[in-house]
């Protein structure tokens, strides 16, 4: 999948690129949110970059930094000490894996209730209009990060 066809990717490239912190050959993203294609993309990283792995990895869901973490240990990459990993929506799993998964925390039942009232809101016709909803975010730090 190109950068333009993946609206996900196109928009957290630009993202970073206005920030100045977009570096293409550290950018990767799995085909899909499993573990298993956390596994096969880590392969392919370390096969790529070797002795040149990042020292952090930010993944996009906890599913894929488990099977990151999986071929991580697979190779012998010892995490954290050479590279720390950290998922994202802190899934029950992500605390029984080894090293245990550093992740970023999202309030479901915020996200849901924000989700009913802005439903409630176009049933009733009250608020049409597009709006931006923030939902609150915590790190959670376990073994998978320094």
Do not use: W
């Not at 992500?94 to 439903?119: C, E, W």
Request: aromatic share 8%; net charge positive.
């Amino acid at each position: 999948m190109t950068l333009q066809n993946d609206p996900q990717r196109f928009l957290l490239s630009s993202f970073l690129s206005c920030k100045e912190i977009y570096q293409p050959n550290y950018f990767f993203m799995a085909e899909d949110y499993t573990a298993e294609s956390g596994y096969t993309e880590m392969k392919a990283i370390i096969k790529k970059l070797g002795n040149k792995l990042p020292k952090a990895f930010l993944i996009g869901s906890d599913s894929i930094a488990i099977g990151a973490l999986r071929a991580l240990r697979e190779e012998k990459v010892p995490v954290p000490k050479r590279v720390s990993i950290i998922g994202f929506n802190d899934i029950t799993s992500a605390q029984y894996v080894t090293p245990g998964l550093s992740t970023i925390h999202v309030s479901r039942n915020a996200m849901a209730k924000s989700a009913f009232d802005l439903l409630n809101e176009q049933f009733q016709k009250r608020h049409m209009a597009s709006r931006k909803v923030t939902v609150g975010t915590s790190l959670i730090i376990r073994g998978s990060s320094i």
